[in-house]
């Protein structure tokens, strides 16, 4: 794997030729982040700051489209390296053998790897505002399952780890 600063570069340089495509393709395999249910990219409108998105579009258990906007490149790298990898999770998500059906389960289970990068360890860690903004929406779909549901049972272990997180970045923040 190239330097992340090497990496950099590469995405400045397909960024500035409006090779934005090429640019999310180079990190993908650069990543690691390919899956055989993906199908391609596709552009969409272009990012603000405060609000950046991406989506997986596709019937389930076909193929996915990752749908990114055309001006990705110009936000920090480590935040759409996450936002590629978070994109990544639902296409495996949506394949015939491995179906996620509740849309809060996909959501919380993408918005964790972005927080602990067990799946992708590769991938950069987000910085701390990130890591809290991230943290709040995987609690937000956690509490979209249903409070003493089955899937909220399932993942009570993983709900821990991202309160004890949103604790230890709180008190970062306080001793700041």
């Given at each position: 794997?190239?330097?992340?600063?090497?990496?950099?570069?590469?995405?400045?340089?397909f960024?500035?030729?409006?090779?934005?495509?090429a640019?999310?393709?180079?990190?993908m395999?650069?990543?690691?982040l390919?899956?055989?249910n993906?199908?391609?990219?596709?552009?969409?409108?272009?990012?603000?700051?405060?609000?950046?998105?991406?989506?997986?579009?596709?019937?389930?258990?076909?193929p996915?489209?990752?749908?990114?906007p055309?001006?990705?490149?110009?936000?920090?790298?480590?935040?759409?390296?996450?936002?590629?990898?978070?994109?990544?999770?639902?296409?495996?998500?949506?394949?015939?053998?491995?179906?996620?059906?509740?849309?809060?389960?996909?959501?919380?289970?993408?918005?964790?790897?972005?927080?602990?990068?067990?799946?992708?360890?590769?991938?950069?860690?987000?910085?701390?505002?990130h890591?809290?903004?991230?943290?709040?929406?995987?609690?937000?779909?956690?509490?979209?399952?249903g409070?003493?549901?089955?899937?909220?049972?399932k993942?009570?272990?993983?709900?821990?780890n991202?309160?004890?997180?949103?604790?230890d970045?709180?008190?970062e923040?306080?001793?700041?």
């Open positions: 794997m190239k330097t992340y600063q090497d990496q950099l570069q590469i995405v400045n340089s960024h500035e030729m409006g090779e934005t495509i640019a999310a393709k180079f990190l395999e650069e990543y690691g390919t899956h055989p993906f199908k391609g990219f596709e552009l969409r409108e272009k990012a603000k700051p405060e609000f950046i998105l991406m989506t997986t579009e596709g019937a389930l258990g076909e996915q489209v990752i749908r990114i055309e001006n990705a490149f110009e936000y920090p790298l480590h935040l759409m390296l996450n936002l590629l990898l978070h994109e990544m999770i639902h296409v495996a998500q949506k394949t015939p053998e491995n179906t996620i059906h509740d849309k809060n389960e996909r959501e919380w289970q993408a918005y964790y790897e972005m927080l602990f990068h067990e799946q992708y360890p590769q991938i950069p860690e987000l910085s701390h505002f890591k809290r903004f991230f943290a709040h929406k995987a609690v937000e779909y956690y509490n979209r399952m409070e003493g549901s089955p899937l909220q049972i993942y009570g272990t993983q709900k821990q991202v309160d004890l997180l949103l604790l970045l709180a008190e923040l306080q001793n700041k």
